[in-house]
């Protein structure tokens, strides 16, 4: 019942066919990045605080080769992209950079090579992805790092440090498709490890493995396959609320507030910028006290602050939607589920839930059963970060 996760050369394959049908060429590098969910830590890595997040087994690929014209022309195959689905265009001066312009799938390619860190070559090349679009599973993540990835392999010239990459393809996505992101996708797309998750401390940038290798638990995430238009613009707000409120505090971001010094302040702000910082207080908290309870292998606490997240997303932070409330509320009914919630930014997209494998079947029948839409549904395990394949 869950998708097939089409294997990486499978994509692979699919790409230097189109690159040879449309450019004429055999592929000599191809790369990959994954997508993303983040089992908790909702909307706190702008505020300085911990995401505790894991790479996919659902990757964009991008193959190709370097040329010596100095031009790139890229065409995707995502057929949910918007047209023209192929550009050209020149490799970026000084005195001609690139800028923004339509379509918009092209902006996180233009937005990377214009963000790194040495001199880009010409170059052709295919996208592929199993990320589905808009899905909140960081499909534009995935295309930033995977770019990325690609140019460091055409100019032998990688980044400094991965942390380096994440923060230069955080930027294409800030200057190229005006989304003022935190740093959690690209670093997780450039760093994540095959049967962990990373707990990322979002001021220092540092990060650690903790294992969730158990072959008897599987994270099911449910695409509820809605996308409400509310999306575009309430993630800036959030972000301009929650600042607001550390500066009402005195402090540099919400990281550095206990419950109690916002209580302090309750009185002086308004009933929903209360709420917003309680979210992202409590839920700093959640998110260290739930990589504790899963280096104890304690499932039982672990699922059961996850689900406490969706709540605290939904009642507090408002970015959940009727959809993503019923499918954490289904999810829960079964037996051998540990926890569940909404994953990404909010407003549509997936859920994930962690559940016992023998259950799995369950949770995903009765999902399809009671839920109002039509999800899709993708059985997963943590997966490895992005990196350069073999052809
Ligand atoms: C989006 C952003 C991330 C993060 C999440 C919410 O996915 O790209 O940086 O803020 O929302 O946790």
């Not at 959940?320 to 051998?336: F, I, K, M, Q, R």
Request: hydrophobic share 40%.
């Amino acid at each position: 019942m869950a998708a097939v996760i089409p294997k990486v050369s499978e994509l692979v394959q699919k790409a230097s066919e189109a690159l040879l049908a449309e450019y004429g060429c055999e592929a000599e590098t191809a790369v990959c990045a994954p997508g993303r969910v983040n089992i908790i830590g909702g909307h706190t890595d702008y505020n300085e605080g911990f995401v505790f997040p894991m790479a996919l087994p659902l990757v964009t690929v991008v193959v190709g080769k370097k040329t010596s014209d100095g031009i790139c022309c890229i065409k995707t195959l995502m057929p949910s992209a918007d047209e023209p689905r192929m550009v050209e265009f020149q490799v970026p001066t000084a005195e001609n950079p690139l800028k923004p312009s339509k379509p918009y799938w092209a902006n996180y390619v233009k937005g990377v090579i214009q963000n790194f860190h040495g001199p880009v070559s010409g170059f052709v090349a295919v996208v592929n992805s199993s990320v589905p679009l808009g899905g909140g599973l960081s499909s534009s993540a995935a295309l930033e790092v995977a770019t990325y990835t690609f140019l460091e392999a055409i100019t032998q010239d990688p980044a400094e440090s991965l942390k380096a990459k994440a923060l230069a393809c955080q930027k294409a996505e800030h200057t190229f498709a005006n989304m003022p992101c935190g740093i959690m996708d690209q670093f997780i797309s450039t760093m994540g490890k095959a049967g962990n998750l990373l707990f990322i401390d979002c001021r220092t940038l540092e990060s650690k493995c903790v294992a969730l290798d158990d072959p008897d638990i599987v994270i099911l995430i449910t695409n509820s396959n809605v996308r409400h238009t509310l999306r575009g613009s309430e993630y800036p707000l959030r972000r301009i609320h929650c600042q607001k409120a550390a500066v009402m505090l005195g402090m540099k971001s919400l990281r550095d507030a206990a419950i109690e010094d916002l209580e302090k302040y309750k009185d002086c702000m308004s009933d929903t910028m209360y709420r917003h910082a309680r979210h992202v207080i409590t839920e700093i908290k959640r998110t260290q006290d739930c990589e504790v309870a899963l280096v104890n292998k304690d499932y039982q606490n672990f699922g059961r602050m996850i689900t406490e997240c969706h709540y605290s997303l939904k009642n507090d932070f408002e970015v959940s939607c009727p959809e993503l409330d019923e499918l954490v509320a289904l999810a829960v009914e079964v037996p051998g589920v540990f926890g569940s919630r909404l994953t990404g930014g909010g407003f549509g997209g997936c859920t994930i839930t962690v559940v016992k494998q023998d259950s799995v079947d369950a949770v995903m029948s009765h999902i399809k059963e009671k839920y109002r839409g039509t999800p899709t549904f993708y059985v997963c395990q943590p997966s490895e970060g992005a990196r350069i394949l073999q052809l």
